[in-house]
């Protein structure tokens, strides 16, 4: 990308003012109401009588156009009809601004002659004024630390970590929603949709620069330089990790990019493996994308298959190793040493220390379970440490003291990752608690303990990290 | 199985008395908890003159020994220590007793010599007077009708469809709370840890065979009788669906199941081809247990490929398609008919109609949706339907009125799915909304609509009762 375009893409992340043109009754003020967090100046350009005294009562400055705002805008939120865009777009460029974001949809992703024509002379406006157009057809930028959002819903204040770029504005939104519930910030997201001017190797240039993403996402439905987007991806991944996730894997699937977004076809096979071939990780589905991040932002790295499997009963320690061994991970005998620490004090009716582990009645205490752990963290055959927490058993274990001890059990985990080097997961069985068990994930996620939902996820999760380390490590990096 | 141990486990099932021996404040009196609902007779036997004032004040009739109790006693409930387990066992004999649960542990799964002798002279034992010996190291039988329990959180009432034959306590109860939230009622189950006199074939003959129960499903840790096991379930697999998940798959798995109920080694690849062959349905984990059952007990059959995969946004439409293509599904494109019905109202700006669904800014209504699925219903080209429920979108959708719109929406699901023969499936995503997403789902469920947690999951469970049908229809079963 040419560095004049980088500097208007990070004023567009970052802007010290904002513009909504279009917003209406018919949107529930979406857009404005989505900037009521944003930390600079927010002013709203519409022309609809009918739209403007709902306006000023939200409290916002309304111009008839963006060429009456008084100071510079750097950022544009343009919801307009479609055959109104081009001239918006120009006062745009007249009045100097950085980047517009265009939540407009109607272009090539209809396959309609009207839909392809106006979106080549979106393109030919924007190019030839070296504007840093957005979309169409999207959500444009969030930056949670500025409150410059999406979606009047996201979360803001604290910056996060994860740099989202999305070709879909559901999955951008959705990710930075449901991370509340997992320990996931984003640090900035973009929704991109038709990428007629900017796509994906552009913000993944931006992101792989950008010092408050520690880890990048993306969902992609189809990039239009194949070659320069593999040759950034190459380059970002050695920057951070990357996680991409394919929208459009199938026949089935690449049709509704092609109506979505109006991507185009690649081959699955060859993006597979050139995304592999770049050091990226790959993911499948929200859900994988969701515990992938999780368990590269909150666990320690590892380049070890051997595990220490803690269930809290016997059935549970039979489908942890199940699931853990099929992802490819093996809970290997002890040494000696644990074994004998282990037996001083572990009942085996109706329990097993073997590894995996049924605790059973075993361990009935906060410092029971740390003290197993601690035991499995020193011991050289083991490479990291997956912990059952079953609500439904240690609710039964813990009756009236369950409030206490779950909150004492986090607080020793949390203290347990500052010192150890092994990687910690855990997994949160729900069953018939799953509100509670929600908001147990949540609370480990604050901890920056990653709580994962199933040992089947959790499972495969963790080997793509793992996998991740190994490819790193082979290659001396 | 001989005629005279069916009866006896047919009495053991469905008792008019139960007595249970050596409940504890050790375990909180979980056994007599559980059998407050019971709707006969429940007869407490505890020696311990500490327990004995706890069980009156309980409201239960305590006896020193089962000999003592003036009536006849249909199925026990063991938890004694294991030294006083022969002595309990001959008084059992010697009372009539039909079945007899032990969930004491210690036995062969802790690879002692204690442990296994102790085993063998309780099946001589058993086995010399035709007692009806489940377990041990097991939770024994759950009858939901009569109020029979495993554990005293479990439900009871109406009596339900799906008989559990669980290897594991644990996944026997786990199932029978976890039901509540998608619509699965088990009908009996019962959990055999060791199976030292009765083994699983014994327990799917009696399902095979119960009226009350339509589907069964089976966690199995090992089998002692291979043939004989694989000959039953051929039987049972013709009469009603049948879902094996077998636990130890796996060489560490499996370790863990010969420290939970000292299972015996299988080929997991002989294991499955022979499962296979019998005409069962095979899942790898309690969520994928799960999901089979729903989509089972609540989906009209099918053996067609073809659906109509609808999305409430362009990203998810390219999500469900994936997921559902990926699992080898197809979403064909819809006749002539259907399209020209669509074209009428659907405004394919920002959504598209083309199959996968993205419903975009369209049928805003619960009539709106429902005309859209009364188009794809009378397509010939479909042969299921899947909707996404996006709580977050429809949320913002309906605002004030999401909540009667919800409703409206549930109750006009249930009267499609009572005069369609579609198959259909509903798939709630959650996001920042998974409290309501789970009250949802479990709506949803009483209605007798499935309700998958993520397309995949729901592609993955509906690939399998798919596959189920289309091998029955080619056994011209």
Known sequence: MVKDLMAKLDRAFNPRSVAVVGDSTKLDYMWLNAMRTFQGEVYSVQVNPKDIPH????????????????????????????????????DCIQKGVAGVSLFTSGFAETHTEDGLEYQQRLTAMAEGAGLVLIGPNCMGIYNRRLGLRQN???????GGEVGFISQSGTHAVLLSLAGAYHGIKLSKSVSYGNAIVLDSPDYLEYMAQ???????????????EGRRFFEVLRRAARAKPVVVWKGGRTEDGFRATSSHTAALAQSPQVWHALVKQCGAIQVDSFDSLLDTLKVLLHCKPTT??????????????????????EAGFRAPPLTETSYRELASFFDIIGGSYQNPFDIAWNV???????????????????????LEIGVFFLERRWREKWADNIAGLI?????????????????????????????LMARLGDKGI?????????????RRVVDYYRARHALGQ
Chains 1, 2 share one sequence.
């Open 152 to 158: 009047p819903e996201q979360p803001v204040g604290e």
């Open 411 to 439: 607080d020793a985990l949390a203290r347990f990752k500052a010192q150890s080097r092994k990687p910690l997961l855990v997994v949160v069985v729900p069953t018939n608690r799953e509100e509670a068990a929600l908001e």
């Open 450 to 462: 990653p709580g994962l939902p199933s040992f089947e996820r959790g499972a495969v999760a963790l």
């Open 304 to 325: 070890g298959h051997n595990l220490a499997l803690v269930a809290m009963s016997g059935g549970q320690s039979v489908a942890i190793a199940d699931a853990f061994t």
């Open 210 to 224: 950008d010092p408050e993403t520690r880890v990048i996402a993306m969902y992609i439905e189809g990039v239009k």
């Open 364 to 386: 009935p205490s906060v410092e029971g379970v740390m003290k197993l752990i601690g035991i499995v963290d020193r011991d050289e055959n083991i490479d990291g440490i997956v």
């Open 55 to 90: 306006i000023q009562k939200l409290g916002f400055d309304n111009y008839h156009s963006l060429l009456d705002i008084p100071g510079p805008v750097d950022y544009v939120v343009l919801s307009v009809p479609r055959k109104v865009v081009p001239q918006i777009i120009s």
